[in-house]
């Protein structure tokens, strides 16, 4: 069945470092979305991209689908303390099928 | 708007036992998805309802099982009860629903979290 894989489980950075997280896919999806989940909460919607070699920015953040719509990364530049949680990105194999979520990557930040 | 809330948000349950888990999606959201959360095993699909239909479902066995009511509310199931099934059980709901869960923005509920004894 489909797998979207994600790399590294766990990344350490001090504060002001950049950070990214990978987003492999096994099949081509129809979008990815990147969600933040806090020590202690739940996911949270972040960004959804649709489109082959779509970039988009939130401020510090930088979210990248590749061209053939099977990978994409999440960059944070200048991390900060608020940054720290597991960043998932989940996909779908098109339209009308469930999300499948990455197992996610925990990011901690020491100041 | 109100989030989504989920009831209750702890339980302790024995082994064999059955549990039901609620969700109230935000107003106007109908699909609900259902995921269970472990350390092992991250987030992992359950099903998604849209207008009290199951339109998707996870790779779980049939002691999972959920509903969806006409006002959107759903619960789900899970009957003999084991130890694995302990996990944080979140709900989430999408404004849009005829796309698919896949397509579209997920906004999660707080969880409940089910221990197994």
């Known amino acids: 069945g489909q797998q979207v894989m994600q790399i590294p489980q766990y990344q350490h950075v001090q504060e002001g470092e950049d950070f990214t997280t990978y987003c492999n896919s096994s099949?081509?999806?129809?979008?990815i979305q990147w969600y933040k989940q806090r020590p202690g909460g739940h996911p949270v919607f972040l960004i959804q991209l649709v489109k082959s070699g779509e970039v988009k920015k939130q401020k510090r953040l930088t979210f990248q689908f590749g061209e053939a719509k099977k990978n994409s990364s999440l960059h944070i530049t200048a991390t900060q303390t608020t940054d720290v949680g597991t960043y998932f990105c989940?996909?779908?194999?098109?339209?009308?099928?469930?999300?499948?979520f990455g197992k996610g990557t925990t990011l901690s930040v020491s100041s | 708007k109100a989030g989504v809330t989920q009831t209750p948000r702890y339980l302790i349950k024995t082994r064999g036992q059955q549990v039901t888990l609620s969700c109230s999606p935000i107003s106007g959201h109908r699909s609900v998805s259902w995921y269970q959360q472990t350390p092992g095993q991250g987030l992992q699909f359950l099903f998604e309802y849209f207008s009290e239909t199951q339109r998707n479902k996870g790779n779980f066995p049939g002691r999972f099982s959920g509903r969806q009511f006409s006002n959107s509310r759903s619960e789900m199931n899970v009957s003999t009860l084991e130890l694995g099934d302990s996990a944080l059980y979140l709900c989430?709901?999408?404004?849009w629903g005829s796309g698919g869960a896949g397509a579209y923005e997920q906004y999660f509920g707080p969880g409940t979290r089910l221990t197994v004894t």
């Open positions: 099949t081509t999806l129809s979008n």
């Open positions: 989940a996909g779908a194999r098109q339209a009308g099928t469930a999300l499948i």
């Open positions: 989430a709901s999408s404004p």
